[in-house]
């Protein structure tokens, strides 16, 4: 359950989603033309034009689940967890099922009349052989045109600063600082080091947990590295190239690095602040 709660990259914007839908929706009708599962070497009217219509099973879905989508990445702040896309793609291939289902049955078969077993037997015959094609490639659009966005600050709207307890495995790890406090953490095998500002300087305290779960009680912590979360207030510059980045933040000397599909959300939130990155 660990990496379930990592973040990765989503397709938010509606013209990724239709692009993605109608790729997927292209590769459906191609595969029943040259795999011909329906025994569709007997010829009907029309079969090559009825056939594409298994693209609109693919695309309807996809289309009408995008709101909920972009609703439940809201409430996350922005986030996509390996959790959120597991649910997603599960409940869309599903929906998808029913509705090749249904175009078979009518459309194809032109029959008027079905039980709960002949959807079950249409999944089971001919969806679940398509699964191992679409998914990976599904996958693979949505990782390709997705982002990990870093939303832009609102100075105009700033929030009271607020106090955050962190808890570790144990009963006695708990810190309870300011969210404001906050500078960076850091993974390291099992445990999870926390750095945090105070009077006397930066301070750090090791909890026994994951960077996922650490993340979940640090609302504004934003993720750069698989091993590394900070807090982009203290940022001061970005450095290096495009095979290796690296982050400078006040009240230490060294640097964070920063993997390349958080390097893209970081440049663009960026570039439409008064901040500026240094390449």
Avoid at 127 to 133: D, E, V
Avoid at 229 to 240: C, I, K, M, S, Y
């Amino acid at each position: 359950m660990i990496t379930l709660n990592k973040t990765i990259a989503y397709a938010k914007s509606w013209k990724q989603t239709l692009w993605i839908a109608f790729l997927l929706g292209l590769v459906l009708p191609l595969l029943l033309i040259t795999l011909e599962p329906f025994d569709n070497s007997n010829s009907f009217s029309y079969k090559y034009l009825i056939l594409s219509g298994y693209a609109l099973c693919i695309m309807i879905p996809i289309l009408s689940i995008h709101p909920l989508e972009n609703y439940t990445y809201k409430l996350q702040k922005n986030r996509w967890f390996i959790v959120n896309e597991v649910l997603y793609i599960v409940a869309t291939i599903f929906i998808i099922f029913v509705f090749a289902f249904l175009y078979h049955f009518y459309v194809i078969s032109g029959l008027s009349t079905f039980t709960s077993a002949d959807i079950w037997d249409f999944i089971k015959t001919f969806g679940l052989p398509f699964t191992p094609i679409l998914i990976p490639l599904w996958l693979y659009l949505r990782s390709k045109y997705g982002v990990i966005e870093v939303p832009l600050s609102d100075h105009k709207n700033v929030k009271k600063d607020e106090k955050v307890t962190i808890n570790g495995e144990n009963k006695s790890e708990t810190l309870t600082i300011f969210e404001s406090q906050f500078i960076y953490a850091q993974s390291q095998q099992n445990y999870v080091e926390v750095y945090f500002d105070t009077e006397n300087g930066m301070e750090q305290k090791m909890f026994r947990s994951t960077l996922s779960n650490i993340m979940k009680q640090l609302p504004n912590a934003w993720q750069v590295h698989r091993s590394y979360l900070v807090n982009l207030d203290f940022l001061t510059a970005v450095e290096g190239n495009s095979r290796k980045r690296f982050m400078k933040i006040s009240k230490m000397d060294e640097t964070i690095p920063i993997s390349q599909k958080y390097y893209e959300a970081l440049e663009k939130r960026l570039a439409n602040s008064s901040q500026n990155v240094q390449n």
